[in-house]
């Protein structure tokens, strides 16, 4: 089961679309951060991809899910997965005669965590570091599956795979989340007119923690809802569009 979304798909219809908001969650909360309203009405999803700025929310999601691309050129069409596609900063690996037409996000258990948390100076400007979150659990709450991905870092988002490590087989507490993201501060980091490398692994030990624990909680409250039988998580959103605006906002940040 999986997302296959078009490459010139607009984000403005990913941000609004149900099946994303119920399957992939957590790429409509990192499309919210994507520049304004006005930006996500006119930019695509395979131009960002293919732009490939490091600090770029849908890159960041690319790499977190391990999404799979499709480019086509005078050959024919091939499958590229998406940790080989940078080749160097903001450079994709296709060919000058080669586009990329479409791109595949596979998809987690309904009850999943996720969570993505970044930090900016401005919301619309692209983040100084970023961390996107995926996780699962097996009924004894033990985690099974851990996706974190750092972006902003360097020339490309990074998995934060010792953190994975740490934090897959385990109960989750805070202790433990603290403990495993303080490996994040080893993560290479460039210094730039925004921020210099001490400071961007600094967030990124302390985004990845909060992102973990957001994910973890998120989990928990989708697990109570299945043992309940209670409605999808489509059919609250749908429910929520029927509160005033700022019922509504204050109700979606739990959903």
């Keep these: 089961d999986a997302l296959e979304i078009g490459a010139m798909t607009r984000q403005r219809d990913l941000?609004?679309?149900?099946?994303?908001r119920e399957r992939?969650?957590?790429?409509?909360?990192?499309?919210?951060?994507?520049?304004?309203?006005?930006?996500?009405?006119?930019?695509?999803i395979g131009g960002s991809l293919?732009?490939?700025?490091?600090?770029?929310?849908?890159?960041?999601l690319a790499t977190g899910y391990d999404a799979t691309l499709t480019v086509a050129g005078p050959s024919g069409s091939r499958e590229l997965p998406f940790?080989?596609?940078?080749?160097?900063?903001?450079?994709?690996?296709?060919?000058?005669?080669?586009?990329?037409?479409?791109?595949?996000?596979?998809?987690?258990?309904?009850?999943?965590?996720?969570?993505?948390?970044?930090?900016?100076?401005?919301?619309g400007d692209f983040a100084i570091?970023?961390?996107?979150?995926?996780?699962?659990?097996?009924?004894?709450?033990k985690l099974t599956r851990a996706s974190?991905?750092?972006?902003?870092?360097?020339?490309?988002?990074?998995?934060?795979?010792?953190v994975e490590h740490a934090i897959t087989g385990q109960v989750p507490t805070g202790e433990l989340f603290r403990?495993?993201?303080?490996?994040?501060?080893?993560?290479?980091?460039?210094?730039?007119?925004?921020?210099?490398?001490?400071?961007r692994q600094h967030l990124a030990a302390v985004l990845s923690r909060r992102a973990l624990e957001k994910a973890h909680a998120r989990m928990l409250d989708a697990q109570e809802f299945e043992r309940q039988g209670a409605p999808t998580?489509?059919?609250?959103?749908?429910?929520?569009e029927l509160l005033p605006t700022d019922g509504h906002q204050a109700a979606l940040a739990s959903v």
């Design 83 to 123: 940790a080989e596609f940078p080749v160097a900063y903001m450079t994709p690996a296709i060919e000058l005669n080669e586009i990329v037409v479409g791109v595949r996000f596979p998809r987690w258990a309904s009850d999943h965590g996720y969570a993505f948390v970044e930090f900016a100076r401005r919301h």
């Design 24 to 44: 992939w969650p957590i790429m409509h909360e990192a499309l919210l951060q994507v520049g304004h309203r006005q930006t996500r009405n006119r930019g695509t």
């Design 148 to 162: 974190v991905t750092i972006g902003g870092m360097g020339t490309v988002p990074v998995r934060a795979r010792e």
């Design 50 to 60: 293919c732009h490939l700025d490091p600090a770029a929310e849908l890159v960041s």
């Design 179 to 199: 403990a495993a993201c303080e490996s994040c501060r080893q993560i290479e980091a460039i210094d730039d007119v925004h921020a210099p490398a001490s400071y």
């Design 129 to 141: 570091t970023s961390a996107a979150v995926l996780i699962e659990a097996d009924a004894a709450g």
């Design 233 to 240: 998580k489509a059919e609250r959103v749908r429910a929520l």
């Design 15 to 20: 941000e609004f679309s149900d099946a994303v």
